[in-house]
């Protein structure tokens, strides 16, 4: 009891040099608004996020999250600064895989995979092969039959390069023996205005796309352990015989100088958040999968992605 | 009209109210270079969760109208456009406002960003579902031959002086490239530096390019900033409808040309604008005045860029694609109230689109008495302010504006630098306009151009692609008729005897 | 003061300088695009830079076989030093922030730049109510930007 005391005590010392004077107690954390960065524009999947759980934080702590875009190089230039913020708790970022892992794996952009401090993954959104409704492909092995006999000639929009999206294509090139041809757009969005534009053939995009595209779009395959329970009919990589399970994952992440005590408290926020069943009901119904991954096992969670996605990466040669 | 039943719920007192203090607030936010309609409506978000979902669509929609309009301030009076919108009206606003008629600028940017907001809005009420498949109809490659179209502009911004406007063109297409590429996420230009890896944001380019170089003159002479031909009288409202009713198809032409490129989501006001603007110049039979205080130039590009509001919220509403960045924010609140945009929403949500409409309507017919009111005391502020006020104030609301876009200070510095450089250029007659005519288009050419490239290459009709798609062609021809136009004039002038003005 | 109005020879030189300049950048721009593997990456900057060059080389050129002048406003009584100062200024502000926060460098840069911008003679009255204005502008835009819309300004690492 004694031992606890002290640590506690001690903990309370460290977080107060470490913030300089501003004094910070984790015990009414929080107790003023909570600036929350969003290294993109607005308008993706991020965003979405970030103003659900806006909503449902001033409904739990009285306190507003203030959301920034700071877009930019991928979120590069978002990540590349984030420990240049306060680590007061109060400075909080959005974080998203693949692109933590693969920016700085690629190249120099100006921070590491070690340097970003995750505290919670809370969703992910599933890869999946999106056509229009109106797409002569009614299921994947139409798109792979054609694909096989007229290499190169499926084209595919997908949200950026060095992403999930892209990654996901050039995994499934290969497992299915075809060639496809991947187009970057700028985003999700513009993806699927590309989609739904018949300027390509399908789209490497999420199965949120499926959710808010659903009167005008079919997804193929999803690349999911099991099926999504929004989508029941759409079959899973897997049962079609792919070993593909991939999507980006999004998460929080806090400034290196956030003392452990506060960085255990965002965790255990967003956390209650995504306990929440309202919260729960409303991204699912946007076509997300929802995570649990708190501070504790951030690391852990990291590192087993990292290796998959850097072995994939490798693969399809995006990284040496 | 549509749901003319939903009048009446939009014109509540609390909404009427809403759209006011969006209006002024919006006008006042967009004034200021660096300040966005984006950020403006970024804030308010939260406190919309609390509100009817209508009254906050109103609200937002007021701002956002109200930035768009608060732009051409700046633009007419600092030579900075407070949003990138307001790109074109500084072409014509300044040069009027440094002869004295930076008052009846203002008024001319009221009467055309009204007329453009309500073209805009008209759109929406009653074309909404059609045209939103204009958003979809423009490819890759459409893209890419529009950003080439505004790059006609070029020979038009620097008349006499093509090779130098080519030159700092290229400059800013190079700018534009700096950074993290946007679809090809490689790193470019850097050089090895940090600070370039998020690249040339480009409201930080206008305000340094266009902002800088006019601090730096202002302090180098005791002249006054803008020179007073006239005392004040009052709006000079009748003198600027009459020269808006002389124009009345020019303007009504840029209505629609801005509701159009609002409605393509790769696009947005600047580009809208750049386009209504050249298009205005080619048709004018003051065509010799552009750039020089043409009232006409300014009243283009402001109903332009405010038709992009009602055109911007097509794709937004129909088919969840957003037109521009503040329709995004938008877009993410109606999802946190549990709206889900789509064809569906014009019938299941009918209330609520319509009643959002027509308070478009009411805030922008709100914004004439407000746009004038604000306007001329921000004309008379900046008229009479002492020099050794009006320097530091604009020089601090350039650095803290800069900082505010991405909370970055070495942009900040950029910023500065560019300044630099854009005033020593202007000295040896490389205007700034198509340096930042070449950052605002390089990045929509160049996906645009990469995409169609890589579709073509793959689908093995790259040919096809650049000149066998309708609309393409369409543009194209636009480009030609840009470009050769002046040709054609002078040797047609020189056949009737008329003496042709070749350079 | 020499540079004030450059005369017809000077301006051609210039542009020549300029231009040259341009033209080392854009082969700079080319050595670069030669890391790139992606074609997505370098096939736009090359063309850009490639016309970049050509385009340099044309004005050049015409400048050698035909001068041109290209007339200036005629501007009395320039102060470069001004000019400089106020550059300088702006600079210094934005390199002191990161330790001194967004405040002290903005009234500090506001103050200055006022002395540069002053052009009428300092008063009393313009002595004791400039910087009360001053004062007051920053701090409005201060509230403006850091309370209403919620911008994180820096706060300065040397008072942390």
Same mark, same amino acid.
């Given at each position: 009891m004694k031992n606890t005391l002290l640590v506690v005590t001690a903990m309370v010392l460290v977080s107060i040099v470490s913030v300089g004077g501003s004094l910070v107690l984790a015990d009414d954390f929080p107790s003023q608004n909570i600036n929350y960065v969003i290294p993109f524009g607005p308008g993706g999947e991020s965003d979405i996020t970030a103003r659900h759980q806006q909503a449902f934080f001033k409904k739990m702590y009285g306190h507003d999250m203030i959301i920034s875009y700071k877009p930019g190089g991928g979120g590069a230039v978002g990540w590349a600064q984030l420990n240049k913020m306060k680590g007061d708790g109060y400075n909080i970022m959005g974080i998203n895989l693949p692109h933590i892992i693969l920016q700085p794996a690629e190249k120099d952009v100006g921070f590491t995979t070690e340097d970003i401090t995750g505290v919670y993954m809370f969703h992910y959104t599933p890869d999946a092969i999106v056509v229009a409704k109106d797409s002569e492909f009614k299921t994947l092995e139409d798109l792979v039959a054609y694909a096989k006999e007229n290499p190169a000639k499926?084209?595919?929009?997908?949200?950026?390069?060095?992403?999930?999206?892209?990654?996901?294509?050039?995994?499934?090139?290969?497992?299915?023996?075809?060639?496809?041809?991947?187009?970057?757009?700028?985003?999700?969005?513009?993806?699927?205005?590309?989609?739904?534009?018949?300027?390509?053939?399908?789209?490497?995009?999420?199965?949120?796309?499926?959710?808010?595209?659903?009167?005008?779009?079919?997804?193929?395959?999803?690349?999911?352990?099991?099926?999504?329970?929004?989508?029941?009919?759409?079959?899973?990589?897997?049962?079609?015989?792919?070993?593909?399970?991939?999507?980006?994952?999004?998460?929080?992440?806090?400034?290196?100088?956030?003392?452990?005590?506060?960085?255990?408290?965002?965790?255990?926020?967003?956390?209650?958040i995504n306990a929440d069943p309202e919260f729960r009901a409303l991204l699912e119904n946007d076509g997300m999968a929802l995570l649990d991954v708190d501070y504790k096992g951030y690391p852990a969670f990291i590192a087993e992605q990292s290796k998959v996605m850097l072995e994939a990466a490798r693969e399809a040669n995006i990284i040496k | 009209m549509p749901g003319i039943e939903h009048l009446l719920a939009a014109l509540t007192p609390i909404n009427i109210l809403l759209a006011l203090s969006g209006v002024v607030a919006g006008t006042v936010i967009g004034s200021l270079p660096g300040l966005t309609a984006t950020m403006a409506v970024a804030v308010l978000v939260p406190i919309t969760f609390s509100m009817?979902?209508?009254?906050?669509?109103?609200?937002?929609?007021?701002?956002?109208?109200?930035?768009?309009?608060?732009?051409?301030?700046?633009?007419?009076?600092?030579?900075?456009?407070?949003?990138?919108?307001?790109?074109?009206?500084?072409?014509?606003?300044?040069?009027?406002?440094?002869?004295?008629?930076?008052?009846?600028?203002?008024?001319?940017?009221?009467?055309?960003?009204?007329?453009?907001?309500?073209?805009?809005?008209t759109f929406l009420l009653m074309l909404a579902p059609p045209l939103a498949e204009i958003a979809l109809a423009f490819g890759p490659v459409e893209y890419f031959w529009l950003a080439m179209f505004g790059l006609t502009l070029i020979s038009a911004l620097s008349e006499g002086n093509i090779l130098r406007g080519l030159i700092g063109a290229c400059f800013g297409l190079l700018l534009a490239s700096i950074g993290i590429a946007e679809i090809s996420a490689d790193v470019r230009f850097t050089f090895g530096s940090q600070v370039l890896l998020g690249g040339i944001?480009?409201?930080?380019?206008?305000?340094?390019?266009?902002?800088?170089?006019?601090?730096?003159?202002?302090?180098?002479?005791?002249?006054?900033?803008?020179?007073?031909?006239?005392?004040?009288?009052?709006?000079?409202?009748?003198?600027?409808?009459?020269?808006?009713?002389?124009?009345?198809?020019?303007?009504?032409?840029?209505?629609?040309?801005?509701?159009?490129?609002?409605?393509?989501?790769?696009?947005?006001?600047?580009?809208?604008?750049?386009?209504?603007?050249?298009?205005?110049?080619?048709?004018?039979?003051?065509?010799?005045?552009?750039?020089?205080?043409?009232?006409?130039?300014?009243?283009?590009?402001?109903?332009?860029?405010?038709?992009?509001?009602?055109?911007?919220?097509?794709?937004?509403?129909?088919?969840?694609?957003?037109?521009t960045p503040p329709d995004a924010v938008i877009l993410g609140a109606l999802l946190v109230q549990g709206i889900r945009t789509g064809p569906s929403l014009f019938t299941e949500k009918a209330s609520i689109?319509?009643?959002?409409?027509?308070?478009?309507?009411?805030?922008?017919?709100?914004?004439?008495?407000v746009g004038l009111v604000i306007g001329r005391y921000a004309y008379q502020t900046i008229v009479t302010v002492p020099k050794a006020l009006l320097v530091p104030t604009v020089a601090f609301m350039t650095l803290i504006g800069t900082y505010a876009i991405r909370n970055s200070i070495s942009d900040m510095m950029i910023m500065v630098v560019l300044g630099v450089i854009g005033w020593t250029l202007n000295r040896f007659g490389f205007s700034p306009s198509?340096?930042?005519?070449?950052?605002?288009l390089g990045r929509i050419a160049e996906q645009g151009f990469v995409q169609a490239w890589t579709i073509g290459a793959a689908t093995g009709e790259l040919w096809k692609m650049f000149f066998g798609r309708p609309i393409s062609l369409v543009?194209?021809?636009?480009?030609?008729?840009?470009?050769?136009?002046?040709?054609?004039?002078?040797?047609?002038?020189?056949?009737?005897?008329?003496?042709?003005?070749?350079? | 003061m020499s540079n004030n109005q450059p005369n017809e020879l000077q301006r051609?030189? $210039?542009? @020549? %300088?300029? *231009?040259?300049?341009? /033209?080392?950048?854009?082969?700079?721009?080319?050595?670069?695009?030669?890391?790139?593997?992606?074609?997505?990456?370098?096939?736009?900057?090359?063309?850009?830079?490639? $016309?970049? @060059? %050509?385009? *340099?080389?044309?004005? /050049?050129v015409r400048h050698l076989i035909k001068p041109r002048k290209i007339p200036e406003p005629a501007q009395a009584d320039v102060s470069t030093l001004r000019r400089v100062s106020l550059v300088a200024v702006m600079l210094a502000s934005c390199l002191a922030m990161p330790w001194l926060g967004f405040l002290i460098p903005g009234i500090a840069t506001f103050l200055l730049l006022m002395w540069i911008a002053m052009w009428d003679e300092w008063t009393a009255t313009r002595l004791i109510v400039y910087p009360l204005v001053a004062v007051a502008i920053v701090l409005g835009f201060y509230t403006l930007f850091g309370n209403i819309l919620q911008v994180p300004l820096p706060l300065g690492t040397l008072f942390e």
């Open positions: 499926v084209t595919f929009s997908g949200s950026g390069k060095g992403t999930s999206n892209h990654l996901a294509q050039l995994r499934f090139d290969k497992m299915a023996g075809i060639k496809t041809t991947y187009v970057a757009f700028k985003g999700t969005g513009a993806a699927v205005a590309a989609l739904l534009g018949n300027q390509v053939a399908a789209e490497w995009g999420y199965t949120s796309v499926g959710a808010s595209q659903a009167e005008s779009v079919r997804m193929l395959a999803v690349a999911m352990d099991k099926r999504h329970p929004k989508f029941p009919d759409v079959p899973t990589f897997k049962e079609l015989g792919y070993d593909l399970v991939s999507g980006a994952f999004r998460g929080i992440a806090v400034p290196k100088s956030t003392p452990e005590e506060i960085r255990v408290k965002v965790s255990d926020i967003i956390g209650k | 009817d979902p209508t009254a906050a669509l109103i609200m937002m929609g007021a701002i956002y109208t109200g930035a768009i309009y608060g732009g051409a301030y700046s633009a007419i009076l600092l030579n900075t456009p407070g949003t990138p919108s307001a790109i074109a009206t500084t072409f014509d606003g300044f040069p009027m406002a440094r002869k004295g008629q930076g008052d009846l600028a203002i008024t001319l940017a009221c009467i055309a960003s009204v007329t453009g907001g309500l073209v805009g809005a944001e480009t409201v930080t380019a206008l305000i340094g390019l266009y902002c800088i170089p006019v601090l730096i003159d202002l302090v180098a002479t005791p002249d006054r900033h803008l020179k007073v031909t006239h005392k004040p009288r009052g709006f000079r409202f009748l003198e600027a409808l009459g020269l808006a009713w002389k124009t009345k198809f020019s303007l009504l032409r840029s209505s629609v040309v801005g509701t159009i490129v609002g409605i393509l989501p790769g696009a947005g006001g600047s580009i809208a604008g750049l386009v209504a603007y050249s298009e205005a110049r080619r048709t004018s039979k003051n065509r010799d005045n552009f750039g020089k205080g043409e009232p006409e130039g300014v009243l283009a590009t402001e109903s332009a860029n405010n038709a992009t509001v009602g055109g911007g919220f097509i794709p937004t509403l129909v088919l969840g694609i957003p037109g689109v319509f009643t959002f409409i027509y308070g478009l309507y009411l805030a922008t017919c709100l914004m004439l008495p198509p340096i930042v005519l070449g950052l605002i543009i194209l021809a636009f480009i030609l008729l840009s470009v050769f136009y002046p040709l054609i004039r002078s040797r047609f002038r020189k056949t009737t005897g008329e003496a042709g003005n070749v350079e | 051609d030189t $210039a542009t @020549i %300088v300029i *231009s040259s300049l341009f /033209i080392i950048l854009a082969v700079g721009s080319l050595w670069d695009t030669t890391h790139m593997l992606d074609p997505d990456s370098y096939v736009f900057p090359r063309a850009i830079a490639i $016309a970049m @060059i %050509v385009f *340099s080389i044309a004005l /050049i």
